[in-house]
Structures are given as C-alpha cells and as structure tokens.
C-alpha cells in the first residue's frame, strides 16, 4: 500500500472526516474532534492491514499520517 | 472493624473490569465526590443542567437511582476514582433510556480511560449479560466532540429528536458488532490480547433480575 493508498484507507476509516481532509502530512492528533476512540481506530486498522500491533508509545512517537506509515513499513520490511 | 466493614462492602458491590478500568457502583459515601466533580465549570458546560447541585440535592438524586432500574459507576482507572459512567433508566421493553459519561479529573479528559470505561459498559450491556439491544445517548447540540465520539461507537442521530438545544443518539446491538468490535479489538491488542470482562458482585435487590442471575452464575463457578 503507498504512502497515499494508506492516507485515504485511514481517513475512511474516521467516518466523520470529510474526505480529502487528511493529507500523509497532516499531524493526526490535530484532526477535528480528535479522541483516544481515533487512536484506537488506529490500532485496529494497521492490525487489519498489516498484522502489526502498534503500541501506545509507538503512536506517541508520530505525529504526522506519514510517521505512522514510516513505522509500519520498517515493521514489515 | 471499619476495615472489616469495607472489604464486605467491596465484595457485595456490582463491579465490572476490562481493559485495566475498574467500574464500581456508584455508592453513597462517593456521591460528594460526584457532586464535586459534577459542579466544576468544564463539566457542567456539557451538562443539559447547568445549576450548582446541592447536598441536599444530590443525596435526593442517588435515592431515586440506586435501584435496579439505573447503573451509576464511579470510573477508577490507575487506583484512581476520575468519572462516573451511567445507563439509566431500564425499560424491559426500550431497554436503558439513557447513557452517560463523565470526567471529573481534568488530567483525564483526554486520556483512553473514557474509551475504555465506555466499551467495558457497552460491552456488558449488549454482549455480556445482553440487556438490550438499544442504547441512547442524549448529547448538547454544542459539543461538537461528543457528537464525534458517540459516532465513532455506532451511535446515529435519531430523527427529530433535536429540541433545539440537545439531540438523541442510538446505538443498535448490530452497529456496536460493526463499530465497537474494531475498538474492543484495538484494546485487546493494547492488553496483550489478554483481558477478558470480569463482572463480580452479590446479587441484590438493586440488581435486574438478568444481573442477579449472572452473577449467581459467577459465584457457582
């Protein structure tokens, strides 16, 4: 999945977001109404995706789309 | 004997666990405490009440929801006691009227404890003891982010139900499998796939007779 396939997979999984919102440089702690709920949506979306289970200290070391993209990658590579 | 009289009382009462959140009902010697938390600005603005509540009040208020119809937890997350959480008013047929959730410890607000307090909740309700398959929420027109959290649980804006200040929102058992199994999913990952719903108690006459049973269950086991 590119770095752009990943960015609107995401931004459909965060139903209330008006699409085309969320760009891979977005700070995603900085999304309208951001909650711990989005986090978790996180989580299970890159466990769906990938098989990778993302921790909260790996969440708390991004900030952008593209730093979680980063990480997964490294993860399946 | 105080100490003896304490533990008894942790025994009998109604408590539900997962995901590291401790949900105890709500008991009477806590109800200062709420109403402390209850009073403070940043939660009375996402209050449809908004007048100071008195102890008088507030004592008159637990006596009218310590019975089986209404479940009032106090939220304790890290050996810490942070929110109360609510689902009120039982109807056999309708189910609970109602659901809700506040943070009385500012720190709190925006940590996973809410979200977890909530799925432990919810996962009770709809798939553990199977109280209902509806739940309703009723949310201020104005907070904006609440709206947002209840919609990402499952929750949909229930037709014509807006009176101008504060809408309802229901969440069928169908869309909580939908939306709640990706976050129960999440959390159990976050808890080494590892932690299952522990419901423990003494029946009581504050309990639904379907509670009552359960944890009859439990205690045979």
Known sequence: MTLEAFTKALEEEFEEITPGTISPDSNYREIEGWSSMHALIVIAFVDNHYDIILSAADLKQTSTIKD?????????G | MYLHTMNLKLILMLKISQYGVHLTRLQFDEIELVRQWRN???VVDNMDYK???TKEEQEKWFHSINNKYNYYFVINWENKKIGVINAKNYNPQ??????GIF?????????????????????????E????????????NSNQKSIDYNKLLGYKLIPKSNDGISSYYELTLENYLKYGSKLNQAAKL????????????????????QINEYLKNQICQ
């Open chain 1, 68 to 76: 979680l993209y980063n990480i997964v990658q490294q993860r399946v």
């Open chain 2, 40 to 42: 403070q600005d940043f």
């Open chain 2, 51 to 53: 007048k100071v509540i």
């Open chain 2, 94 to 99: 309708l189910g609970f009227g109602e659901g």
């Open chain 2, 103 to 127: 943070i009385g410890e500012k720190e709190h607000l925006n940590s996973i404890a809410p979200t977890f307090a909530t799925l432990c909740l919810l996962n009770v309700v709809f798939l």
């Open chain 2, 129 to 140: 003891i199977k109280l209902t398959n509806i739940s309703r929420v009723k949310i201020l």
């Open chain 2, 190 to 209: 976050t808890h080494n796939n590892n932690d299952e719903i522990q419901i423990t108690g003494r029946p009581s006459d504050t309990n639904l007779e």
